[in-house]
């Protein structure tokens, strides 16, 4: 359920600012494209892996200084 609720606060923030390639904000602005993903079905013990891109679409430095995996 937090997993989900997060993702939803995820998806309005990234929705509700819309930023082209071109535009560039004052400060640290983060942005990424896919904000969750679906690995279906995989057994128990098998490794799985899913690279998620993040950009800096500001102006000045993103330092991401904590991540948390779901």
């Known amino acids: ?7 939803l606060v995820l998806l309005v923030l990234c ?3 819309p930023l082209s390639a071109a535009e560039k904000v004052e400060g640290p602005a983060i942005f990424y494209p896919q ?5 279906g ?6 490794h799985v892996e899913h690279i998620f891109t ?4 500001g102006t000045e430095e993103l330092r991401i200084s904590k991540v948390k995996p779901g």
């Open 35 to 39: 904000s969750e993903f679906d690995f």
């Open 15 to 17: 929705t509700a600012l």
């Open 54 to 57: 993040v950009e800096n679409r």
């Open 41 to 46: 079905s995989t057994l128990e013990g098998n």
């Open 1 to 7: 359920m937090l997993k989900k609720t997060l993702a």
